[in-house]
């Protein structure tokens, strides 16, 4: 019998049955939808997260307050969150900071301390990200402004209340009034913006168009912090980042003991990060990836129905000459016609959910991600649809005729 004339039979008994097939199809719907959507999520932080460790600079050096492990973290460990918690207890201080800065290799270096408050400005208000910075903030990490500039020494020295907004903040609370000179208050100190940064993109609250920058005097004593949460330092060239990594080292050692920090360099943290995404989105693929294997047993069990409730029609076509291989091959083209149709939608509902995401955060559909899940989910029509289709070619003609 022609492929042509199974397909049509095929598509024929699938049309006859139109809300059980697409009820059959949801579940590979839904596997395919959920492999990229989550993967889309996984790589999309991941590129924002290398882009903007890149935009750094290669040869940036952090230190960090706590012990980190960086092949612990790689392995799936905590160090990294025990980390960020232990900004909050962190030893390091602005007399570090100016050790760093004597360092031979150590081009200029930055302290930073982070916290966030409530931001109200009229009518308007949000809670907004505040990192306290020296003045040099702008050697290290390099900005374009809208308008005006970031605060000076003497702003630091002295304490002034003065800011320096992101774009986003600046579009949100002061829409279209004249920035530089208005008086905002964030938490109960009221600041003065004397700087707007140009817009860099990014999505939710990752991104730095939405923090706003101030003198790190005046964030410690709003913040009651004496520590610093983390030291940027730059390396005279991308040659010498290991020479300023291990004098840096040496440095911090003379006023701390080694489990109080840990000086990094940014390839080893890309490359931390990278393995711990990778990771994770390997991970929330397989997750999803369940629900194709829920989907095809799904296909499974209907294609079973499928094949008992047409008994007879089968033992009437092997009576009049139907080889068990045609029967097995019609069964087996509509199990994959399920799936595969289930497939194309799932990637349809995948890719645009995932370009939904994108508008709230970072979320890359991948090529491979669409391929693969498409690939499994016409496999699980195959490999779900062989039982039933076996079954049906291995009925026995007389009996099939006698079913009722």
């Not at 306290?132 to 020494?153: C, D, I, K, L, P």
């Not at 008994?311 to 069964?331: M, S, V």
Request: proline letters at 3%.
């Amino acid at each position: 019998m022609p492929f042509k004339l199974l397909l049509k039979i095929a598509f024929r008994a699938i049309k006859a049955n139109k809300s059980r097939a697409i009820l059959t199809s949801l579940g590979v719907i839904i596997g395919v939808a959920s492999v990229i959507l989550l993967v889309s999520v996984g790589s999309g932080l991941k590129d924002y997260i290398t882009d903007q460790m890149q935009d750094m600079g290669s040869d940036l050096v952090m230190v960090m307050p706590g012990e980190i492990d960086l092949d612990n973290v790689s392995a799936g460990g905590s160090p990294m969150s025990s980390a960020f918690s232990a900004m909050t207890t962190s030893k390091l201080e602005l007399e570090d900071l100016k050790e760093i800065e004597s360092v031979p290799y150590i081009k200029d270096a930055v302290g930073i301390t982070m916290g966030s408050a409530p931001v109200r400005y009229l009518g308007e208000s949000k809670v907004s990200q505040i990192l306290g910075t020296t003045a040099n903030y702008t050697n290290v990490r390099s900005m374009e402004f809208t308008t005006g500039g970031f605060f000076t020494q003497a702003d630091v020295n002295s304490g002034r209340k003065v800011a320096v907004i992101g774009h986003k903040i600046g579009e949100d609370l002061f829409d279209d009034t004249y920035v530089l000179g208005e008086k905002f208050k964030v938490g109960e100190y009221r600041y003065t913006v004397i700087g707007v940064i140009e817009e860099s993109g990014g999505q939710g609250t990752m991104t730095p168009d939405d923090k706003i920058y101030v003198p790190i005097t005046v964030a410690q004593r709003q913040f009651g912090q004496d520590n610093l949460g983390v030291i940027f330092a730059q390396a005279t060239s991308n040659d010498d980042v290991a020479s300023a990594v291990n004098m840096t080292q040496e440095v911090m050692e003379r006023s701390l003991d080694k489990d109080d920090f840990t000086v990094l360099d940014q390839k080893e943290i890309l490359s931390t990060v990278s393995g711990i995404l990778n990771t994770l989105t390997a991970a929330l693929g397989s997750i999803a990836a369940i629900s194709l294997l829920v989907g095809g047993i799904g296909i499974m069990n209907i294609m079973l129905v499928s094949v008992t409730e047409r008994t007879q029609e089968i033992g009437l076509r092997k009576a009049l000459g139907a080889k068990p291989e045609i029967i097995l091959t019609q069964f087996l083209i509509e199990a994959v016609a399920l799936s595969v149709g289930g497939g194309i939608v799932g990637v349809i509902v995948g890719t645009g959910g995932a370009l939904i995401i994108n508008q709230f955060m970072p979320a890359t559909v991948t090529g491979w991600s669409v391929i693969l899940a498409f690939v499994v989910s016409a496999g699980v029509g195959i490999v779900f649809g062989v039982a039933p289709a076996k079954k049906a070619s291995e009925l026995s003609p007389i009996e099939a005729l006698r079913y009722e």
